[in-house]
């Protein structure tokens, strides 16, 4: 139940320090992303993946739901526009919801909660990458024309679906049977949006230290957990 709780928890905490201080620190919440991409990168090479590849007669195939999970977080991204990583590019004069990027945003939400109950350090994995994922999704529906009441609707949803991956994964049989592979799927999802966040250019490619050593922390801190 804790683990339900705090994966709702997240995305309440990411859209609450948007409605308290309007607009989110550009700079700021570009070295939380940094934090949060590294912790998930390291929390899924360190716990992860060696789930799925321990005593696995068939680590080939395994490798495929890999590389199917990098490709599947590659389309969804062109529906959710980036926002797993830090971008938004829909209109913000809109007063239609974006079906598409919650639907998106759902898909991932849901196959992010499969590992929860089963990986340690995971769950604390993806509070760190909800919380930027919440601020970035309330300023942009906070910057739209869509009403309040279908916002703070909007963030309720989004906050149920890792939660739902989570109950699906412990209550359904097929979930069971297959976790390994939709484990993987998950490893290449993480892959994908970790190393987007990490890896993208820096503004003007400059070296940047403080962004350096803010990724240092969240790998000592993923290995220690």
Request: no cysteine; proline share 3%.
């Amino acid at each position: 139940m804790n683990n339900y709780i705090l994966s709702i928890a997240a995305v309440f905490i990411g859209a609450l320090i948007v409605f308290i201080f309007k607009e989110a620190n550009q700079k700021n919440l570009k070295l939380l992303l940094a934090f949060s991409g590294a912790f998930l990168l390291a929390i899924t090479i360190f716990d992860l993946l060696p789930e799925v590849f321990e005593d696995n007669p068939f680590a080939k195939r395994t490798g495929v739901w890999i590389m199917i999970g990098i490709l599947l977080q590659k389309v969804l991204e062109y529906f959710s526009k980036g926002a797993e990583h830090g971008h938004i590019h829909l209109d913000k004069k809109t007063y239609q919801v974006p079906k598409l990027l919650f639907i998106s945003l759902g898909l991932h939400a849901i196959l992010e909660g499969f590992p929860i109950h089963h990986t340690d350090g995971i769950l604390m994995g993806i509070i760190i990458h909800k919380i930027p994922v919440a601020m970035i999704l309330t300023t942009f529906l906070l910057n739209t024309q869509i009403q309040r009441i279908t916002t703070i609707f909007l963030l309720v949803s989004f906050a149920l679906m890792t939660p739902l991956g989570a109950f699906i994964s412990e209550n359904f049989e097929i979930a069971q049977e297959y976790y390994r592979e939709i484990t993987a799927l998950v490893i290449g999802i993480f892959l994908h949006v970790s190393t987007t966040i990490l890896f993208e250019s820096n503004e003007g490619h400059k070296f940047n230290i403080t962004k350096l050593l803010v990724i240092l922390l969240a790998t000592a801190a993923a290995y220690l957990i």
